[in-house]
């Protein structure tokens, strides 16, 4: 029984504190003309966006039947999409294993893991450590795929999973549409997957087909513009792996905003210390786009630019050689 409204304010468990994130402005780094609206991912209980996906598609699959209680779940991951699952799968009930590129940050290993799920770290086909390419995230997918074939294991499979995006038509782009009063006037997003783009620009153009929808690109890594690529190898990690997401929808793309990796550095450098969040490198990148976005005059004066704080800086932080 409640005492004095007390039970209102407890979260059954974690699955609970996903989603329903703070927008804040960044007024400090950016104050003006227009405005930087920043969606504060990184507070999803799996300290990234991944949470939403991560939520919809389990819950979808067991609500069809493909997934049945306490079975087994198996994931191809860059690492965020590997956290949010784990979150998932513990509070659920599902032994969770993962496949992740030796390229991708270790953090991510150790995160999963304290959440239960097994880690299975590929060695990269011709990236490095923190830069990860196309072939790095396809050798993930054989060893999974090999995996999923030995085990029975449920494959989530994001890259094509069409609740992916659905996630964020059902709770990213609402959740902006009404935190910012319907006032959207672009919005913002590095694309992996591509779920988050697609979703949510989706159903912002829905809402109003004035607005602006712009796809983040690290340079030299640009398919969704239509250029060759000739820098596969990039900071981005999660995001622009040198192909067009099955995901992807063109139809709602304004254009791309190509930013570099010294860019992308420079912003996540200036988000800690200008508006004291520390984040990670699609953030950085996200942000680098809006201010280059409001300098280029390609919108009102006035103009607000939604885009997304993807996950914690946390997830990134140097290693030792020995450990990667």
């Not at 999409?81 to 009930?93: M, N, P, S």
């Not at 790095?136 to 890259?159: S, W």
């Not at 030299?220 to 995901?247: A, D, F, M, N, R």
């Amino acid at each position: 029984m409640a005492q004095n409204g007390v039970e209102n304010e407890i979260k059954a468990s974690a699955l609970e504190l996903i989603g329903n994130t703070p927008i804040v402005a960044l007024d400090r780094l950016w104050p003006g003309p227009g405005r930087i609206l920043a969606k504060c991912e990184f507070m999803n209980p799996g300290a990234s966006i991944k949470c939403r996906s991560s939520l919809h598609m389990i819950e979808k699959a067991r609500e069809n039947g493909d997934l049945k209680p306490g079975a087994p779940v198996l994931e191809v991951t860059s690492g965020n999409q590997g956290c949010g699952l784990a979150v998932v799968c513990a509070v659920l009930g599902h032994p969770l294993t993962l496949t992740m590129s030796k390229g991708n940050s270790v953090q991510r290993a150790i995160h999963m893991e304290a959440l239960g799920a097994k880690c299975v770290r590929v060695p990269q086909v011709e990236g490095s450590y923190g830069n990860v390419t196309l072939a790095d995230v396809k050798a993930a997918e054989a060893e999974g795929l090999r995996l999923v074939e030995q085990t029975g294991a449920y494959y989530v499979n994001q890259f094509n999973n069409t609740m992916n995006s659905d996630s964020h038509y059902c709770t990213t782009g609402p959740e902006i549409w009404r935190q910012t009063g319907q006032h959207v006037d672009a919005f913002i997003a590095t694309v992996g997957t591509a779920g988050t783009f697609a979703g949510t620009s989706k159903y912002l153009k829905e809402k109003n087909s004035n607005i602006k929808c712009f796809v983040v690109e690290p340079a030299g890594s640009e398919p969704i513009k239509g250029c060759p690529i000739t820098k596969p190898l990039h900071v981005l990690q999660g995001s622009g792996y040198g192909c067009v997401p099955y995901l992807f929808n063109f139809e709602n793309m304004y254009e791309t905003i190509s930013i570099t990796d010294d860019e992308t550095k420079h912003f996540m450098k200036l988000i800690g210390e200008k508006e004291g969040l520390y984040v990670g490198y699609t953030s950085g990148a996200n942000v680098a786009a809006a201010v280059k976005l409001l300098e280029s005059g390609k919108l009102p004066k006035d103009a607000w630019v939604v885009t997304l704080l993807n996950d914690s800086g946390l997830k990134y932080t140097p290693v030792p050689a020995e450990l990667t």
